[in-house]
Every structure is written in C-alpha cells, then in structure tokens.
C-alpha cells in the first residue's frame, strides 16, 4: 500500500501499519485458522470485525501462499436459494482471477445448473449468467458447490459474514442442512462472523441448536480507550500533525469505542488539520457534525417509518443509551410510555427493523451515530 495522505483508512482491506491493536485477536484468528479450527466471531456491528479477518487473512504469508479463501457477506439475503446463489458466484468470480481451467472445473461440478452459465462472445471465456431463478433445488448446487470446494488441491478458508441471517430464512432446516455439510468437510475453516449478539449466541452456544459445540467463540470488543488514543496521535505525528488526547477521549466515549466512527471520526478530522496545526476539540466536533449532516436524510426517512410507540420507545433508549429493564415501570414512567406491552411490541419490530439490539447489558441502538442524530434533535444533544 502506498503511504496515504490521510493515515485514517476507512475500508475493510487496511495494512497493519494503519490498523489498531487487535494483535492478540489476530493471532487467535490466525492460529484458528491454520489448524483446522472453525471460529465464530461475534461483535457489535462496525466494531471492525471484517476488517480484523481480512487483515488476519492478508497479513500472513502461510495462509496467503497456502489457502483458498472466499469471502461473502449473507447480510441481504433472505433464503436458502439466495445464500447458494451468493456461494455460487463468489466461488466463480474468485476462481476466475486464477485462471479460466479452475472456473471450467467448477462449472462441470455443477451438474443441477450447468446448461445456466453463458460465455463471453469474444474470449470464450465463461461468464456468471446464472440467475436466481435458475436453482431449482438449492440444495442440491449447494452440495455440489461444498462437494468442489472439499476437492480444492489448497485447503480453503471461507468466511461467512452475518451469519446468524440464515435464521431468517423462510426454510427453516438451514442451520441443520448447513451443519450437516460442513461437519462432512475436511478441507475448509470456517469463518462464521456475525452482528446479532444474542442470535449468534444462541445459535452456538445452546445445546439445542445444530452448531452447538461446533467453533471457537471469539468476542470482539472494543479497543482500549488509551490504545486508540496513542495510535491517533500516532497516526496524525506520522503526517508531521498533532491530536489532542482528551477530544480523542470524548469522541471515543462518544460512540462508545465503535471502530468505524472513531475512523471517520478521525479521518474528517485529520483532514481539517493542516501540516504543523493541532487538532482539538473544535474540529473533532465538525468531523462528527458533518457524519450527522451526511446521514441526515437517511435516519429522517428511517424514523417516518416507525410508528409513534416504536418511537417513543426508541427515544426514550436513545436517552438512555442502554436499558436492563424496557418494561419495568420505572422506565414506563420516566418517559411517558402507555403499557409495558406496548413497549414490548416496539422492541420486537424496532429489533427486527435492525434499528436496536439486545446486548448482554439491555437494549441499546445499533447504530450509535443514529442515538447521537435522536437526541440531538431533542433537549439532550451530546455534541
């Protein structure tokens, strides 16, 4: 990677030199990984989960030189035949960078597709002109997809982010048909990455579930305050800049350690800095009013779409930035909420819209940017 001008990277494909911390999870990873151990990873959404697998991925000359990997991202879809749709295209499109014997080879191990693929009018070469509508039986192209990658001649990492989506599916024998494939497979780590705490969670750690037992657990939590605080200053010291460390401080308290705020946070803010100048207070407030301006739009027509007890439920959480009790009659009183039943309706659609999540501690909102923009509109801004 070239130097950047601006040391704040947002992306999932950072370098170490421009990734904080993380060493010990990424050695965990990497160990998991290398010695045929499956691992899920459990973190909070933009807490950098993503990027810590591609980082561990990339950073390694023994995974590098020796795996296959293929990584996809479940979060949009919605059935069995979606997920096998996605698999399918990743496995063509990353083989197609190593050579068109590999996507023929692939394309002859899907026998239930086969006649489906087309090829360029030019090159010859085959092209992904599959469609959705063309998996008939998904479960069987999804045995044939693991049946090729089992016989990959390199062992195959693949990595599978949102991965507690697959509950979600109408078809509700996933979890067991996928478990049943993969247990089979000798040749492949898996990389289950998830958001959904309490989903994942459950889908691993409960004995009632098919992947009991089945992984590592890994729990990304937030980098250490004082850690992020030296490698910002670290960071803008390298571009001949300084920070100081207590608006570092507060915007981390900010958005409670989220990784992706915290960058852009730092981004903007690095940009508005000049060679020789000093960062504080002032410009850290800008960078984060301009996320708020950027996203302004976005959470206005996301809270058009709620109703008024979803609302009122989910200002009073803002407020409160994480709850125990939703339905306990002090916090029913305290912001003027109708019935612990209404409210208990409104964590239920406001949790299956994505807009909050229940977290080991209460319920508490995805997205803390979203808080911010709530109470910013109300008598208790935060910035």
């Known amino acids: 990677m070239e130097n950047p001008r601006n040391p704040f990277i947002l992306g999932h494909k950072l370098q170490r030199p421009y990734f904080c911390d993380r060493f010990e999870e990424q050695k965990l990873l990497t160990s998991a990984v290398v010695n045929g151990r499956n691992v899920v990873l459990i973190s909070p959404r933009r807490m950098g989960k993503t990027s810590l697998v591609y980082l561990s991925i990339n950073d390694s000359d023994e995974i590098k030189d020796t795996y296959l990997t293929f990584f996809f991202d479940i979060l949009q879809t919605n059935s069995l035949a979606e997920f096998t749709y996605l698999l399918g295209r990743t ?6 960078s190593r050579g068109l014997s590999k996507v023929k ?3 002859a191990a899907l026998k239930s597709v086969k006649g489906s693929f087309g090829f360029d009018a030019l090159s010859g070469t085959p092209t992904f002109n599959l469609q959705l509508g063309d998996l008939k039986y998904p479960e069987y192209t999804l045995e044939e997809i693991f ?3 089992e016989n ?6 693949m990595v599978i982010d949102e991965f507690q989506q697959i509950t979600k599916y109408p078809e509700k024998n996933t979890e067991a048909l996928l478990r049943s494939h993969i247990q089979q497979l000798t040749n492949v780590s898996f990389i289950f990455a998830g958001s959904e705490q309490s989903i994942l969670r459950e889908m691993f750690l409960s004995s009632k579930r098919p992947f009991y037992n089945s992984t590592e657990v890994m729990h990304l939590n937030p980098i250490p305050e004082d850690l992020y605080v030296e490698f910002a200053q670290q960071m803008f010291a390298s571009r001949e800049r300084q920070v100081e460390s207590e608006p570092i401080r507060m915007s981390f308290r900010l ?3 989220n990784t992706f705020y915290l960058q852009r946070t730092m981004n903007g803010a690095f ?17 984060i009013k301009a996320m708020l301006a950027a996203n302004e739009v976005v959470y206005q027509e996301m809270l058009s779409n709620v109703s008024i007890s979803q609302k009122m439920t989910l200002y009073a959480i803002a407020q409160e930035r994480i709850v125990a009790g939703p339905t306990s009659g002090a916090f029913i ?23 909050i999540v229940k977290t080991p501690n209460g319920y508490t909102l995805t997205d803390p940017l979203l808080r911010i923009f709530i109470n910013s509109l109300f008598s208790s801004p935060e910035i």
Request: charge should be positive; include cysteine.
């Open 91 to 96: 496995v063509f499109d990353t083989l197609a």
């Open 152 to 157: 990959s001649p390199k062992p195959v990492i």
């Open 255 to 257: 958005f409670d350690g």
């Open 333 to 355: 009183k305290k912001y003027s909420l109708s019935s612990a039943s209404a409210v208990q309706s409104a964590l239920l659609k406001l949790s299956k819209f994505g807009i």
């Open 147 to 149: 049946g090729y990658i």
């Open 271 to 287: 940009a508005d800095t000049l060679r020789g100048e000093t960062c504080g207070y002032e410009t850290i407030r800008r960078s």
């Open 105 to 107: 080879e692939f394309i």
